[in-house]
Each structure stands twice: as structure tokens, then as C-alpha cells.
């Protein structure tokens, strides 16, 4: 890993494959029992790159698209991507405080992407109203009109 390469979480990558943090869990015990190697904080708690995303999505296609058990599904992966995983056999740590900094920017990306959303069920709301005003309009001109023909 170098100094610039951004680290993930085990709930970031679980939220990102749209699988339980669980299972995630349980996928990587089946990734190092093979013997691939993820980075550790000093609290020993896994964190993940861009190599891991890519091995843990094939591991997913393999496990949930192709039906491969566990054990078969981390042999491919790791007889794959195990060259890959670290060059030194020495996993980098991140400091806490490294750790706080990536979270606290994290959940800044969360709540700007939170406020745009809300930006737009603003403006689609506002569409809505409009829409609806302009409906309620035409029926009363149309209840209006068949009034005057009776």
C-alpha cells in the first residue's frame, strides 16, 4: 500500500458489495486461511484497498454468481490475486488518528451526497405541487364547462 492509496473499512466495503458485515467477515477468514493477507490497524482490525475491492468482487461473482463454496471461491481468488496482496508479507497500519480523519471526511462525503439528494426531492416536490395545481385547475374549468353545456 503507499502513502496515497485510500484504505476502507470493513462496513464501507460491506455497504459497497451490498452484503452483511457478517459475511464479509467470513469471506476474508476464507481469503487468509488461503492465504491472501489484508492490511491491519493497530487494533488488528482489517482494512481494505482497491486490490482487496476487486479480489472480494470476484470472490463475490464466484460464491453468488457461479455457486462455488466458500473454500473453492477463496482457493480461485487467492491462487489469482495472492501475488498481488503484499509484495513485502509485511501489512502497513494505520495510525487512529489516521483512522478519525479518513471517518470524519467520510461522513462529510456522506452528508454532502444527503443534502443534494435533498436538494433534488426539493425541486421534484416542488415540480409535483405545480403539476398538481395545474391538474386541479383544468378539472374546474373542465367541471366548469360541462356545467355551462348542461
Do not use: H
Not at 2 to 15: D, I
Not at 17 to 22: F, M, N, Q, V
Amino acid at each position: 500500500m503507499n502513502e496515497f492509496e485510500k484504505a476502507y473499512t470493513t462496513k464501507e466495503v460491506s455497504l459497497t458489495l451490498d452484503i452483511g458485515t457478517s459475511t464479509l467477515r467470513k469471506w476474508c477468514l476464507a481469503l487468509e486461511e488461503n492465504g491472501y493477507q489484508f492490511l491491519r490497524t493497530d487494533n488488528q482490525k482489517r482494512l481494505f484497498v482497491e486490490r482487496d475491492l476487486v479480489a472480494l468482487r470476484y470472490f463475490q461473482k464466484l460464491v453468488q454468481g457461479e455457486n462455488f463454496s466458500l473454500e473453492n471461491a477463496a482457493k480461485v481468488v487467492t491462487s489469482k490475486y495472492k501475488g498481488e496482496a503484499s509484495e513485502t508479507g509485511t501489512p502497513s497500519v494505520l495510525s487512529q488518528n489516521e483512522m478519525e480523519k479518513r471517518d470524519f471526511k467520510r461522513s462529510d462525503e456522506i452528508l454532502q451526497e444527503l443534502l443534494e439528494r435533498f436538494e433534488k426531492q426539493e425541486q421534484f416536490n416542488q415540480e409535483l405541487l405545480r403539476f398538481n395545481q395545474e391538474l386541479l385547475q383544468r378539472l374546474e374549468e373542465q367541471q366548469k364547462y360541462i356545467e355551462e353545456r348542461m
